[in-house]
């Protein structure tokens, strides 16, 4: 693009007819992909990382461990990926995605009313002054093990339902362990 510059990275500035900076806020920085020749053990920067990543994107079948590090460039090898899927395949995920979602609202709506069983249980035990904290952990301990009882047995009532139009009752039978899986 810019011959006789052998740099990856051009930075321009715009200046006015009259040869002033137009504006120190303003700058144009250039990154040439075709001149970045680094491989992955020769990279040392986060600008060579990000340089590779859009040099090689679409080669990859993975993020390499060197860009793993970056949050970002994991974010944006998955966005990347998205963009090659077709339409059956985002469909998929998205209902994947929704899924997972409502299991754990549903675990963590079991965890909730657990905590708020033990302290109700704990509460009406009403034990004498020496014996509050014992009573108090005791029912803690209960409150949580039906809390979570009642979750499991929540979360297994919702995957049934949602694989219940997808699947025979043997098949979701077995991956809730719930005997006849009628939702």
Request: proline share 3%; net charge negative.
């Given at each position: 693009m810019f011959r006789g510059h052998s740099e990856v990275m051009s930075r321009y500035?715009?200046?006015?007819?009259?040869?002033?900076?137009?504006?120190?806020?303003?700058?144009?920085?250039?990154?040439?992909?075709?001149?970045?020749?680094?491989?992955?053990?020769?990279?040392?920067?986060?600008?060579?990382?990000?340089?590779?990543?859009?040099?090689?994107?679409?080669?990859?079948?993975?993020?390499?461990?060197?860009?793993?590090?970056?949050?970002?460039?994991?974010?944006?090898?998955?966005?990347?990926?998205?963009?090659?899927?077709?339409?059956?395949?985002?469909?998929?995920?998205?209902?994947?995605?929704?899924?997972?979602?409502?299991?754990?609202?549903?675990?963590?709506?079991?965890?909730?009313?657990?905590?708020a069983e033990a302290r109700e249980e704990a509460m009406a035990q009403g034990l004498a002054e020496e014996g509050r904290e014992r009573g108090l952990e005791r029912g803690l301990e209960r409150g949580l093990e039906r809390g979570l009882e009642l979750g499991h047995t929540a979360a297994q009532q919702h995957i049934a339902r949602n694989l219940l139009a997808h699947l025979d009752d043997a098949v979701i039978a077995a991956a809730t362990g719930m005997a006849g899986a009628s939702g």
């Open positions: 500035k715009l200046r006015t007819e009259m040869g002033r900076d137009y504006s120190d806020d303003l700058e144009l920085i250039f990154a040439e992909l075709p001149k970045f020749t680094k491989t992955l053990d020769q990279l040392t920067t986060s600008l060579d990382n990000w340089l590779y990543f859009m040099c090689h994107a679409t080669e990859l079948d993975s993020v390499p461990a060197v860009l793993g590090q970056d949050p970002a460039i994991v974010h944006a090898f998955a966005i990347a990926d998205r963009a090659g899927w077709t339409e059956g395949e985002l469909h998929v995920q998205q209902n994947r995605e929704m899924f997972l979602g409502s299991l754990r609202r549903t675990l963590q709506g079991g965890n909730t009313r657990a905590v």
